[in-house]
């Protein structure tokens, strides 16, 4: 049975400021999106990917992405809205299980059932491909929703409206949370299914999980899957592509 990676990779890129959508900024000289769909399916365990792209972009998105088995689709207004479109690729008439890919160059056959279904930031283009195979495997192990996480390093304080401390919150119980994170196609939809009718987004696939009050399972993360958000974070990208170009 198959994995799925979605990637949602349909954000405007406001907070970098570079001028274009975010994922296709290049980092190293390669567009963020296409380094994150490459390290998914350097994993070795990822069969497929759908990638949500700013509408006016999906033709850009599947020339950048060759040769790949790849379906790119419009996305929302939101990062959770964009997800709900790519899983719409998956979904088949009703069946939770059945891919249909929209996109018959991909070489994907349609009617395979994945087992596993990701969902990747374009965003983090640094994550390494074993991150991605250690949250498949805690899916098939058994998790039906898998974060990784880290350990928040600075203290963390609770502020009001006008910036007033309210309290300092016991950083030993925080985690900071990455993608990509892996779910069982049948509880991700039913989650995603369920914050659509209430209205409701998250800024991530797991927090809407929680909101049906289905369990998530966490797994250690890695500091090279930080999230591209401001010019400092990509400045930092390419630092370290350069390291290790050295
Ligand atoms: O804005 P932020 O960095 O939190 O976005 C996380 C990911 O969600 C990015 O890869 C971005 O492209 C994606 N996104 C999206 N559709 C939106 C907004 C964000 O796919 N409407």
Same mark, same amino acid.
């Given at each position: ?66 040769? +790949? @088995?790849? =379906?790119?689709? !419009?996305?929302? &207004?939101?990062?959770? *809205?964009? /997800?709900?479109?790519?899983?719409? $690729? ?33 965003? +983090? @283009?640094? =994550?390494?491909? !074993?991150?991605? &195979?250690?949250?498949? *495997?805690? /899916?098939?192990?058994?998790?039906? $929703? ?54 409701? $987004? ?45």
């Amino acid at each position: 049975m198959s994995v799925v990676a979605v990637v949602p990779a349909a954000g405007s890129g406001q907070r970098l400021g570079a001028g274009e959508p975010k994922a296709f900024v290049t980092v190293g000289g390669t567009p963020m999106l296409v380094r994150a769909v490459d390290g998914l399916l350097r994993s070795g365990a990822v069969d497929h990917v759908v990638v949500a792209a700013p509408a006016e972009l999906v033709e850009s998105a599947r020339r950048l992405l060759p040769g +790949r @088995p790849v =379906t790119v689709v !419009a996305g929302g &207004a939101d990062r959770t *809205a964009s /997800v709900l479109c790519a899983l719409g $690729a998956l979904h088949d008439g009703g069946d939770p299980n059945g891919v249909h890919t929209g996109d018959e160059r991909s070489g994907t056959r349609r009617g395979d059932a994945p087992e596993v279904v990701l969902v990747h930031d374009a965003a +983090r @283009p640094l =994550t390494p491909p !074993a991150l991605v &195979a250690a949250v498949v *495997a805690a /899916v098939r192990a058994g998790h039906r $929703a898998v974060v990784p996480v880290l350990p928040v390093a600075d203290t963390v304080k609770r502020v009001d409206a006008v910036g007033r401390v309210v309290e300092t919150v016991d950083r030993t119980v925080l985690r900071a949370v990455q993608t990509p994170q892996g779910f069982t196609p049948e509880l991700l939809l039913r989650a995603h299914r369920a914050a659509a009718a209430r209205g409701a $987004a998250a800024t991530d696939d797991a927090g809407l999980v929680e909101a049906i009050g289905e369990p998530v399972h966490t797994v250690p993360g890695d500091a090279t899957a930080f999230k591209i958000t401001t010019a400092w974070d990509h400045r930092i990208a390419e630092n370290l592509l350069q390291d290790n170009d050295n």
